[in-house]
């Protein structure tokens, strides 16, 4: 790792207030990020897998500062970019775009494709009507969309279109940085594929940097070169692709490779289930908060919490155990 | 005589732009005690084919417009409504995907458990409640008898889903329909409800029908499989015969294009151009033709025959024979 990372998150935590009773007081957090740190490197993706309610999306948001945190910091290209407000932070919005899971939510219905691709423009203030025209078009090209999409609107599209529509809007500016949460897990196998392919090409032509969220490890990994694992509001694991699925060190991702379904009906399951749920945030478990559901829990996991140690160069676990 | 015999079956919804036909002549079979996947994407029919034979579907605008359903001998599509209600829920039963839609947010798990055991059971209302407890405790909810008086809400989402298939099983039926039952969970859940489902099915002897469009679970679940696409078959057979050697090309378009765990990181993954015609205006040929890189002028012309390849295993192609 020679180069500076181009975003550094570091010890960052987002904890929302909770509120109950008649006078909506606020007793309780939900802590769904607690004390995160990861970096991604000019060019780099990196994965970031949990299941639901680990606090995966809210990272991202959080890093596109569609949050304020509550503590810690976020640098991008080493600048602190944790507390700007308002005009500060324009020129950064610029360089970290994001694209949604669900196409049609994140396009405005009653505008046009055109509409929704011009408004970064629009809103960054970058050129004129006519240029902003060229660009659209340009956009659509590359995304691999026709150009009478332009003014159509995006009920008239499919999933997998739509995507590309978001995809579109999110490179309009050039970015450096796109946050991607769960750009495919709306959509069909077959076109899935399609738009992973067209992640991969976008990478290698505007050399962006991806951190890339999902729930699905074989997709992550496909698209990764280095995956962190979430549980509960913390990195669980993190280290590269290969060495995630090869050598994890981690009881929670070995349960979590050992439940991904395989599409090949001669291998035998060799399956680690891990009973009971996800605990909930707003009371996470004492000590390590996986060790609930953990088949190697020993008395220390319930007490203390387990710091994130290198195992590896760029191998990093939250783990009491030595296995 | 196998449990389920699907023949010819067709099955219509009146919309606003004229009829579509969403299920078009589909046949496939059942034995006791097998379990048989419809794997597809959204829209190829896969769970109308489902609700078709729970005679389910939305009314007044979907009929069943031709072919029969013989379930142990009788014709389901021909029953009068009082006797399918004897049988729906009793020898038919059917998970849904969204566990927390199929459930009555309004009523206790246990009131909603032994309604089933009171309707088709010559129950009394104790035995029915003592009954609901055990068959909780069989689907693996811990504390089954506070359960019993608590609401859907209260339950995690894993937990609702076991609620539902304790609903569905509670009449130990002899065919169990299972519609993306773990598509909304997360996959250490899901690894946890499959699991389950296959115990159960080896419990009680009975044939289960699994759709999902998840072909990683069809291969670790299933024994038949059918494949659909577009309201048609393209592909079915034993799950050895359509994984081992997929003779379809849209079976191999999508066995292509899943990422593995084990496929070489950023490589390009392959993809199935285009996508699936709208029902509305179907291509008279096949319908997979205008995405398919085998298709001749031929495949244009009329839709191509069933031909089986060996045994059980049949394909819906004119060039099977030559990709």
Redo the contacts between chains.
């Keep these: 790792m020679s180069d500076s990372p181009i975003l550094e998150v570091r010890d960052l935590k987002m904890h929302f207030p909770v509120k109950e009773g008649i006078f909506l007081r606020t007793n309780k957090f939900n802590r769904a990020v607690d004390g995160v740190s990861l970096s991604i490197q000019p060019g780099e993706t990196l994965g970031l897998v949990g299941e639901s309610g680990c606090g995966k999306s809210t990272l991202g948001r959080c890093i596109t500062r569609l949050y304020q945190p509550t503590a810690g910091s976020i640098s991008f290209e080493g600048q602190d970019i944790t507390h700007l407000k308002g005009k500060a932070l324009m020129p950064f919005r610029q360089h970290i775009q994001m694209i949604f899971q669900d196409p049609m939510e994140s396009l405005n219905a009653r505008h046009t494709v055109a509409d929704i691709i011009e408004e970064p423009f629009i809103v960054q203030n970058i050129g004129d009507r006519i240029s902003r025209k060229k660009q659209v078009k340009k956009l659509l090209e590359i995304v691999g969309l026709p150009a009478r999409s332009a003014s159509r609107y995006p009920f008239e599209f499919s999933g997998g279109q739509r995507q590309r529509i978001g995809i579109a809007r999110s490179i309009a500016l050039n970015p450096k940085l796109v946050i991607c949460d769960e750009p495919v897990s709306a959509l069909d196998v077959s076109i899935q594929s399609q738009i992973l392919n067209l992640l991969i090409d976008l990478q290698k032509e505007f050399k962006l940097s991806y951190l890339f969220i999902a729930h699905d490890l074989a997709v992550v990994k496909h698209i990764s070169d280095r995956i962190a694992i979430m549980y509960l509001g913390k990195v669980a694991e993190s280290a590269t692709g290969e060495t995630v699925y090869h050598n994890p060190q981690h009881p929670y991702t070995r349960s979590l490779i050992s439940a991904i379904p395989v599409p090949d009906p001669h291998r035998v399951v060799e399956r680690q289930v891990i009973s009971g749920d996800v605990p909930s945030p707003i009371d996470p478990p004492s000590g390590c908060r996986f060790h609930p559901r953990c088949p190697q829990v020993t008395d220390m996991c319930k007490h203390k919490p387990p710091q994130l140690r290198s195992v590896d160069d760029g191998h990093l676990v939250s783990c009491h155990s030595d296995m | 005589m196998p449990l389920l015999e699907v023949s010819d079956l067709v099955t219509e919804f009146d919309t606003d732009e004229g009829r579509v036909r969403a299920v078009d002549q589909i046949s496939f079979s059942a034995d006791a005690g097998v379990t048989l996947g419809i794997v597809g ?2 829209g190829c029919g896969k769970s109308v084919t489902a609700l078709s034979i729970m005679r389910l579907l939305p009314q007044p605008m979907g009929q069943i417009a031709g072919g029969s359903i013989l379930f142990q001998g009788r014709d389901l599509t021909q029953l009068p409504l009082a006797e399918m209600e004897k049988v729906r829920g009793n020898e038919v039963s059917m998970i849904f995907q969204e566990p927390m839609t199929a459930l009555n947010p309004v009523h206790t798990i246990g009131k909603q458990l032994a309604e089933v055991l009171l309707l088709h059971k010559d129950y009394g209302h104790e035995k029915a409640l003592k009954e609901s407890i055990d068959i909780l405790d069989r689907v693996g909810i811990p504390s089954p008898d506070v359960r019993m008086g608590e609401y859907p809400h209260q339950l ?4 609702r889903q076991r609620v539902v298939i304790a609903i569905a099983l509670a009449c130990k039926p002899a065919l169990l329909i299972a519609d993306e039952p773990t598509t909304a969970l ?7 409800i ?2 389950l489902i296959k115990e159960l099915q080896a419990d009680m002897g009975m044939s289960v029908i699994l759709i999902t ?9 299933c024994e038949q499989v059918v494949v659909m696409y577009a309201g048609k078959i393209a592909e079915k057979g034993s ?2 015969d359509v ?2 050697s997929p003779s379809h090309p849209y079976t191999r ?3 292509a ?7 070489e ?9 285009g ?1 699936v015609p709208g029902l509305l205006d179907l291509p008279p040929g096949c319908r997979f033709e205008n995405r398919c890189r085998f298709a001749e002028d031929s495949c244009t012309l009329s839709a191509p025959p069933i031909h089986t390849i060996q045994g059980q295993h049949d394909v819906s192609c004119f060039r099977w024979q030559d990709i």
């Design positions: 994407e959204s995690s989402g894993g937990m997360d996959v250490t859940i899901q690894a946890q499959l699991e469009h998840d072909l990683g679970v069809i291969a670790e679940t799950v050895y994984f081992d378009g999508l066995l294009s899943i990422p593995r765990l084990d496929t990181p950023k490589s390009k993954l392959s993809i199935i151009e996508m």
